[in-house]
Nanobody, 128 residues
Framework: QVQLVESGGGSVQAGGSLTLSCAAT????????MGWFRQAPGKQHEAVSM???????SYTDSVQGRFTISKKNGVNTLYLQMDNLKPEDTAMYYC??????????????????????WGQGTQVTVSS
């Protein structure tokens, strides 16, 4: 059973950068769809970025060009590099994984109910 542990959240001013990490205990090979969701107070989970087993990446429109998802296989860790942060990026960020989502469907269109493995979340706060 894969477990996920996020780190790297914090408080920054608008325009700043943060890098979130998601360490996976257990194998998350090419069969896994992994990604990041976020949830702001009073709002539903929003898919931010996905990484398919094929290496294909997907981003929601509001973060395109500012966020970069990547994975370091040697240490089994997923990253989310967040640059030019905006106050509207403030949310709890969650790492999620699923071995049942085929690569063509591993996009930000995938809903949270499709992911069976979640991390505990890490808070990102961006002040103006």
């Amino acid at each position: 059973q894969v477990q996920l542990v996020e780190s790297g959240g914090g408080s920054v001013q608008a325009g700043g950068s943060l890098t979130l990490s998601c360490a996976a205990t257990g194998p998350t090979g090419s069969s896994y769809c992994m990604g990041w969701f976020r949830q702001a107070p009073g709002k539903q989970h929003e898919a931010v970025s996905m990484l398919a087993g094929t290496g294909t990446t997907s981003y929601t429109d509001s973060v395109q060009g500012r966020f970069t998802i990547s994975k370091k296989n040697g240490v089994n860790t997923l990253y989310l590099q967040m640059d030019n942060l905006k106050p509207e990026d403030t949310a709890m960020y969650y790492c999620a994984a699923s071995m049942y989502i085929a690569s063509p469907h591993c996009t930000v269109a995938a809903g949270p109910a499709e992911f069976g493995t979640w991390g505990q979340g890490t808070q990102v706060t961006v002040s103006s």
